[in-house]
C-alpha cells in the first residue's frame, strides 16, 4: 500500500535554509509533491516533480528525489517568517494523492 | 478566479446530531474530492468524484457518511449521526485534467466540525 512518512517539526532562524524530508513506499508514483497550509486555509500546491527526475528549482525552492531510496526532500533557501507552515509531502498513486502526516516549520526571527 | 468554496466554515453540534457541508468547485474542474484531516495528520481521501459519478469512495463510512453531487458541480457531504470521532476538518478539493499539471488539486479552507 501506499504510506508517506515526514518528520513532524522543524525550527529555523529567519534566512537560513530549511531542508523538509519525506519518504514513500509505492514505487509506480509518477508525481511526487509539496503542498503547504498555512493555519486556518486549504493546502496549497507548492512544487511537484516527475518520478523520472532527480532535482527541480523554483526560485528559493529545490526539489530532490532519490528514487533509488525512495525519498524526497524540500529546501527552502533564506526562510522567511512567512514560510511558517506545515508542509506535506504527498505521491500520486493510481488514482489520487496520499499524504504524510505533515512537517510543521517554525521560522524565527 | 474564484477558489473552492466551502461552507460552513465552523459547525459545532452535539452528537448522534446529523451535519452537512457544502461545496462549490472551481468552475470547469470536473473532479472533486473530499478529505477528511484530523488534528495534526494529513488529508485522507473519503471520496472522489468525476463529474456526477462516485468513482472513488472505498474510504466513506457509508453507515452514517453519505455524499452527492447532483449535476456535476456542487456537491454536500452529510454525517448522521455524527459521533465524537467525527470531529475534524473536512476538506474539498477540485481538479481538471491537464497533462501538465496532473495531481494538482485546489483545496478550500475547509469545514471545522466539532461533535459535543
Known amino acids: 500500500g501506499e504510506d508517506v512518512e515526514q518528520s513532524l517539526f522543524l525550527s529555523v532562524r529567519e534566512g537560513d535554509s530549511s531542508v523538509i524530508n519525506c519518504t514513500y513506499t509505492?514505487?509506480?508514483?509518477?508525481?511526487l509533491y509539496w503542498y503547504k497550509q498555512e493555519p486556518g486555509a486549504g493546502l496549497q500546491l507548492l512544487t511537484y516533480?516527475?518520478?523520472?527526475?532527480d532535482m527541480k528549482q523554483d526560485q528559493r525552492l529545490t526539489v530532490l528525489l532519490n528514487k533509488k531510496d525512495k525519498h524526497l526532500s524540500l529546501r527552502i533557501a533564506d526562510t522567511q517568517t512567512g514560510d511558517s507552515a506545515i508542509y506535506f509531502c504527498?505521491?500520486?498513486?493510481?488514482?489520487?494523492?496520499?499524504f504524510g502526516k505533515g512537517t510543521m516549520l517554525l521560522v524565527s526571527p | 478566479e474564484a477558489g473552492v468554496v466551502q461552507s460552513p466554515r465552523y459547525k459545532i453540534i452535539e452528537k448522534k446530531q446529523p451535519v452537512a457541508f457544502w461545496c462549490n468547485p472551481i468552475?470547469?474542474?470536473?473532479?472533486l474530492y473530499w478529505y477528511l484531516q484530523n488534528l495534526g495528520q494529513g488529508p485522507e481521501l473519503l471520496i472522489r468524484?468525476?463529474?456526477?459519478?462516485?468513482?472513488?469512495d472505498s474510504q466513506l463510512p457509508k453507515d452514517r457518511f453519505s455524499a452527492e453531487r447532483l449535476k456535476g458541480v456542487d456537491s454536500t457531504l452529510k454525517i448522521q449521526p455524527a459521533e465524537l470521532g467525527d470531529s475534524a476538518v473536512y476538506l474539498c478539493?477540485?481538479?481538471?485534467?491537464?497533462?501538465?499539471?496532473?495531481?494538482?488539486?485546489?483545496f478550500g479552507e475547509g469545514s471545522r466540525l466539532t461533535v459535543l
Open positions: 478539493a477540485s481538479s481538471k485534467r491537464d497533462r501538465g499539471r496532473v495531481g494538482e488539486l485546489f
Open positions: 509505492d514505487s509506480s508514483s509518477t508525481y
Open positions: 516533480i516527475f518520478s523520472n527526475m
Open positions: 504527498a505521491e500520486k498513486g493510481y488514482s489520487t494523492l496520499t
Open positions: 468552475s470547469g474542474h470536473n473532479t
Open positions: 468524484y468525476e463529474n456526477e459519478e462516485a468513482v472513488d
